[in-house]
């Protein structure tokens, strides 16, 4: 039986709830503040990435653990368009660019829990908001529920719902550090597969240029790639290595991860088109949970969405969520033991 655990903890943003999953094998940590992942543990062992305290984790703008919304990735300046409407956009970490919903975006939000459920086979948990309209200068009065069922396979299943009141952009994700390592505080010894015929090629400032074939460059992950080899390439790039989109072949897809040392590996599926990787290219702000460097390459994300900005492009998904719509959309994680 799935076990659940809800308490409140006290932090300077508030009272905030905590729920605690936990099966045979595993056990995830959740927190309402930014309906967000805190902990996965596998076997005991640690499998994700956050700071030691939770107001770091909490405050963090590497977004630990933490829902992303109303979009995911960054909309360029000035502006984007919906049914012949203009809608600024104000600039948020980058002079060109708003990231991930702004400085009051879902990340930093605090979230109802509305839901708990647990049987015999699986456990869930939901949160809920309320986005006013025109916040972050979004359209629209959206209702978002973020569902998170443990079951006794190994899976953690994350499921997206949305419903607006006028035509908005909707594209959210989760940005979960992971390092599967029992032993090494960086994510070089990582192998990955990633079924993708093209990435999209992007600036120094993080704006999309072009869709690419993934094919002989360093984002061709379509057979089983040491993950290290790849970002020593991409070293001597401005990312100092991933923060790029993959276009996934097929819907649903799945995403592969092993790590020698672990005695499990990570298998991602998901009903989104596309995967943003972030291999966490620079020092952490604060200490964090069992890595004992500064945080550069220690994780990595795999933030399942639709083309990050692909209102401003008419060869991707736009992101437009309309008001006769309902927004819904999954991320799977299943841990395999070895």
Known sequence: MIKA?????????????????????MEVILTSFGAAIY?????????????????????????????????????????FKI????????????????????PTGFSF????????????????????????????DYPGEMDVIVTYTLNRDMELMISYQAQTDHDTLCNLTNHTYFNLSTTANHIYYHDMI????????INEDNIILSQKPTLDTPFDFN????LGERIMVMKDTPFNGFDHTWLLDDIPEKIEIDEPSSPVKLIIETSYPAVVIYTHNHPAPSKLEQIKNDGTHSSF????????????????????LKKDETYKHYIRYKFVEK
């Open 5 to 25: 655990d809800k308490r409140v903890v006290d932090t300077k943003y508030g009272e905030i709830d905590l729920i605690t999953l936990k099966s045979e094998d």
């Open 39 to 79: 902990q996965i543990k596998v076997f005991g062992n640690l499998v994700t990435v956050a700071p030691q305290a939770f107001d770091d984790f909490f405050q963090s703008t590497f977004y630990y653990g933490k829902t992303i919304g109303r979009t995911s990735g960054r909309l360029v300046l000035p502006s």
């Open 83 to 102: 049914n012949h409407a203009y809608y600024p956009i104000r600039s948020y970490r980058g002079e060109k660019v708003k990231l991930h919903g702004g």
């Open 109 to 136: 939000r605090h979230f109802k829990l509305c839901g708990l459920k647990i049987k015999d086979e699986e456990a869930s948990v939901s949160f809920c908001y309320r986005a006013m309209h025109m916040e972050e």
């Open 194 to 201: 990633i079924r993708s015929k093209h990435y999209l090629d």
């Open 223 to 226: 057979q089983k790639t040491r």
């Open 301 to 320: 994300t795999l933030e399942c969405q639709f083309e990050p900005g692909g209102i401003h492009y008419p060869y991707l998904n736009d992101n437009v």
